[in-house]
């Protein structure tokens, strides 16, 4: 009888370690299957064809814009400053202004004031003529976190230029938070980076002269590349890290007047050179390019956003177009304003083109509809006609 009772546990203990090694063997073999779907890289952000007739350098001539006599770049080069000269020289097209006064119209139809609204729309199907149209669209308005567009552009330049000592590594969430989800103390941190500056109480004097001197390098940085009379150096809020709702101290003093204070500014027109800078792989590296592709890349399958409150997608230009599209974009969006820039591309490159929307107005942070109904509108015409065939 003890013998078998042995028999019987040794068994048992022989039973249950095959069982366990069954169950390795399976989590192994379904982490092995699975590897390929766990590294995959999401798909490569699309590139636009520069213009053929010209050199890449005359391709960025800015669209109807002279630089100005006053131009930073013509007193002095900054030693922190884009890459990037002569802005994009696209082909003014009626067919497209036709499309933009369309736009205008269905904004205005919803009962909007057309006053407060920018339009920039550029043409990128034809890689040997890239055409634009636009309404408004050298007016520069309040971006709101679509200065965040500009700020990871500078960054990027600051890290290849190595005036950032810190590996770009430590600023990986930060970038992610400030693009994709529009986190503005992610932004506020990068911004401080940049331009080697911090909040805080109030200065005075020459403390005060040097603090303002180097947060202006972010205006100058692109200022001496052509983008006139550009103004991105006020930090968006609340920023809840500095326990801030709004500027105070040395942040309020770089405003100004109470009554008139500076905010940032930006043209549709100056936001669409960069979208396009950037997708042509020009913007401060071809790596650095690829990089802020990426970080802008968003999916507009409802599952991916749907649930998410922070989403950039619903009531913005993403909403009501189809899902099976590629679409990159930094969206702005206040208590008193609409904004973004967008790059929409079909699979088919039926449709390639840039859309830029500045609103700002209370009324446009309000209503939801206008955006996705001027995005789609657009998007319909371009795509039903396919390529440009303007030569």
Same mark, same amino acid.
């Given at each position: 009888?003890?013998?078998?009772?042995?028999?019987?546990?040794?068994?048992?203990?022989?039973?249950?370690?095959?069982?366990?090694?069954?169950?390795?063997?399976?989590? $192994? #073999?379904?982490?092995?299957?699975?590897?390929?779907?766990? %590294?995959? *890289?999401?798909?490569?952000?699309?590139?636009? @064809?520069? =213009?053929?007739?010209?050199?890449?350098?005359?391709?960025?001539?800015?669209?109807?814009?002279?630089?100005?006599?006053?131009?930073?770049?013509?007193?002095?080069?900054?030693?922190?400053?884009?890459?990037?000269?002569?802005?994009?020289?696209?082909?003014?097209?009626?067919?497209?202004?036709?499309?933009?006064?369309?736009?205008?119209?269905?904004?205005?139809?919803?009962?909007?004031?057309?006053?407060?609204?920018?339009?920039?729309?550029?043409?990128?199907?034809?890689?040997?003529?890239?055409?634009?149209?636009?309404?408004?669209?050298?007016?520069?308005?309040?971006?709101?976190?679509?200065?965040?567009?500009?700020?990871?552009? $500078? #960054?990027?330049?600051?890290?290849?230029?190595?005036?950032? %000592?810190? *590996?770009?590594?430590?600023?990986?969430?930060? @970038?992610? =938070?400030?693009?994709?989800?529009?986190?503005?103390?992610?932004?506020?941190?990068?911004?401080?980076?940049?331009?080697?500056?911090?909040?805080?109480?109030?200065?005075?004097?020459?403390?005060?002269?040097?603090?303002?001197?180097?947060?202006?390098?972010?205006?100058?940085?692109?200022?001496?590349?052509?983008?006139?009379?550009?103004?991105?150096?006020?930090?968006?809020?609340?920023?809840?890290?500095?326990?801030?709702?709004?500027?105070?101290?040395?942040?309020?003093?770089?405003?100004?007047?109470?009554?008139?204070?500076?905010?940032?500014?930006?043209?549709?027109?100056?936001?669409?050179?960069?979208?396009?800078?950037?997708?042509?792989?020009?913007?401060?590296?071809?790596?650095?390019?690829?990089?802020?592709a990426y970080l802008l890349t968003r999916d507009l399958d409802p599952k991916?956003?749907?649930?998410?409150?922070?989403?950039?997608?619903?009531?913005?230009?993403?909403?009501?177009?189809?899902?099976?599209?590629?679409?990159?974009?930094?969206?702005?969006?206040?208590?008193?304003?609409?904004?973004?820039?967008?790059?929409?591309?079909?699979?088919?490159?039926?449709?390639?083109?840039?859309?830029?929307?500045?609103?700002?107005?209370?009324?446009?942070?309000?209503?939801?509809?206008?955006?996705?109904?001027?995005s789609r509108y657009v998007f319909d015409r371009l795509n039903a006609r396919?390529?440009?065939?303007?030569?």
């Amino acid at each position: 009888m003890p013998s078998r009772r042995r028999v019987r546990t040794k068994f048992s203990r022989l039973k249950y370690r095959n069982i366990l090694c069954l169950i390795a063997g399976a989590i $192994a #073999f379904f982490w092995l299957v699975t590897m390929p779907f766990r %590294t995959r *890289r999401p798909p490569e952000p699309p590139v636009i @064809l520069a =213009q053929q007739a010209v050199s890449p350098q005359e391709t960025l001539s800015p669209p109807t814009i002279e630089p100005s006599e006053n131009l930073v770049a013509r007193q002095s080069e900054p030693t922190f400053s884009y890459n990037i000269k002569t802005p994009p020289n696209p082909v003014y097209s009626q067919e497209l202004q036709g499309i933009v006064d369309e736009a205008v119209k269905i904004a205005t139809s919803k009962g909007l004031p057309a006053e407060p609204l920018s339009i920039t729309l550029f043409d990128v199907s034809n890689s040997k003529t890239h055409t634009f149209a636009g309404y408004q669209n050298q007016t520069l308005r309040f971006p709101a976190s679509v200065a965040k567009l500009f700020w990871m552009t $500078a #960054f990027y330049s600051a890290i290849e230029k190595g005036l950032i %000592t810190q *590996r770009e590594s430590a600023f990986k969430n930060d @970038l992610d =938070q400030m693009i994709r989800v529009s986190n503005n103390d992610a932004a506020s941190r990068i911004l401080d980076t940049i331009t080697d500056t911090k909040s805080g109480d109030r200065l005075a004097g020459e403390e005060l002269q040097t603090w303002l001197k180097k947060r202006n390098q972010i205006n100058t940085f692109f200022q001496s590349a052509g983008y006139n009379d550009i103004r991105i150096t006020t930090k968006n809020y609340p920023i809840h890290y500095l326990r801030q709702e709004g500027p105070i101290g040395r942040d309020l003093q770089l405003r100004g007047d109470p009554s008139q204070p500076i905010r940032n500014q930006v043209t549709t027109d100056q936001a669409a050179r960069l979208i396009y800078e950037i997708y042509t792989r020009q913007a401060v590296s071809s790596v650095a390019s690829r990089k802020m592709a990426y970080l802008l890349t968003r999916d507009l399958d409802p599952k991916a956003w749907k649930n998410d409150p922070s989403n950039s997608i619903q009531g913005f230009l993403g909403e009501s177009l189809p899902t099976n599209i590629y679409f990159g974009s930094k969206v702005g969006y206040t208590s008193k304003s609409r904004s973004e820039a967008a790059f929409v591309r079909t699979l088919d490159d039926r449709a390639i083109y840039i859309l830029v929307v500045f609103a700002d107005d209370p009324a446009y942070a309000k209503d939801e509809t206008a955006f996705p109904a001027i995005s789609r509108y657009v998007f319909d015409r371009l795509n039903a006609r396919g390529p440009s065939t303007l030569q």
